[in-house]
C-alpha cells in the first residue's frame, strides 16, 4: 500500500506560481511512477504531468507543457509539481497518483491516490 498527501494549493493571481508537494509513505516510493492529474466539478480527472520512477522521464499534457515542470527526491519519498504562468483554466483540485507500471495518461491506471489539494487562479 502506498498513501500519498498533496500540500501547496492555494489562491494565486493569473501569472503567478505555486509548488504543489507530494509525500508518500508505505511500499517503496521509488517502486512507482507518479502523476499529478487535476479535476473540475463535472469533468472527467485530467491529466496533468508524469514522471518515471527513476525521474529520468517526464510526460505532460499539452495545456501545461512549457509551463509546469514535475520532479521527485525518491530519498524524499516526495513528488512535486512547480507551476509557473498559472491561467485561470488551471483551476482544479489538483491529485497525487501512483502506480505500479510505467508511465500512462490514464487516470484509471493508478491505483493509488491522495486526496487532492485545490488550485484556484483568479483572473
Known amino acids: 500500500q502506498v498513501q500519498l498527501v498533496e500540500s501547496g494549493g492555494g489562491l494565486v493571481q493569473a501569472g503567478g506560481s505555486l509548488r504543489l508537494s507530494c509525500a508518500a509513505s508505505g511500499r517503496t516510493f521509488s517502486d512507482y511512477t507518479k502523476a499529478w492529474f487535476r479535476q473540475t466539478p463535472g469533468k472527467e480527472r485530467e491529466f496533468v504531468a508524469a514522471?518515471?520512477?527513476?525521474?529520468?522521464?517526464?510526460d505532460y499534457a499539452d495545456s501545461v507543457k512549457g509551463r509546469f515542470t514535475i520532479s521527485r527526491e525518491n530519498a524524499k519519498n516526495t513528488v512535486s509539481l512547480q507551476m509557473n504562468v498559472l491561467k485561470p483554466e488551471d483551476t482544479a483540485v489538483y491529485y497525487c497518483a501512483a502506480m505500479a507500471g510505467g508511465l500512462s495518461r490514464r487516470s484509471s491506471g493508478y491505483g493509488y491516490w491522495g486526496q487532492g489539494t485545490q488550485v484556484t487562479v483568479s483572473s
Open positions: 514522471i518515471t520512477r527513476s525521474g529520468g522521464i517526464s
